[in-house]
């Protein structure tokens, strides 16, 4: 790859291979691999800084294991806050994931990234469908909103769906800032 190109292995990211890999980023890689079984789309990126990697690499290991949320609920809200930052790596991505996981069905998650109206039988997930939507358009949270997301997913579920976004807009916008394409796979490591 000539020196003066945009591109490394990831996007405008350079990876550094495994063997490669100062101390503190090997132990930040070997940290995200005992969590995660792999290190993913922007935990590549943030290996850059093993320090800050560690810290973020365990809330999204939470919501695949821990959270209270349900995987279609935390899909909605992944898809939506995606399509809200235009993240063509993250969008794609989680499109495959919602449609693997089969509990959504396409044309809502195409609405979703696309920010389309759309509507959920599942009561919980059109509350979080809402509370979502409001807070990325920026809107206020209506009382009634609220009360309706206090009443089924809990203070500790809102809790979840909002550092939920906060955590998805660092990834979408680590992804966007190293330019990484939807079709974006990095070294084999």
Not at 37 to 51: E, F, Q, R, S, T
């Amino acid at each position: 790859m000539p020196e003066n190109s945009d591109f490394g292995t990831f996007g405008r990211f350079e990876e550094t291979p495994v063997d490669q890999m100062p101390a503190d980023m090997k132990e930040a890689y070997d940290f995200t691999m005992k969590l995660r079984g792999l290190v993913p789309g922007p935990h590549k990126i943030w290996l850059a800084n093993p320090k800050l990697s560690k810290t973020i690499v365990p809330i999204g290991a939470y919501y695949q294991t821990q959270s209270t949320l349900k995987k279609a609920e935390i899909e909605i809200a992944t898809n939506l806050i995606n399509g809200r930052w235009l993240t063509a790596y993250s969008n794609y991505e989680h499109e495959m994931i919602a449609e693997k996981m089969g509990d959504l069905p396409p044309e809502k998650v195409e609405a979703l990234i696309a920010g389309l109206p759309t509507s959920f039988v599942d009561p919980r997930q059109q509350v979080v469908y809402e509370l979502v939507s409001a807070l990325i358009a920026p809107r206020v949270v209506p009382k009634g909103l609220y009360q309706r997301a206090k009443d089924l997913l809990g203070n500790a579920g809102i809790v979840e769906v909002t550092v939920l976004l906060g955590w998805f807009t660092g990834v979408s916008l680590t992804l966007t800032a190293f330019d990484v394409p939807s079709n974006a796979v990095g070294l084999k490591q």
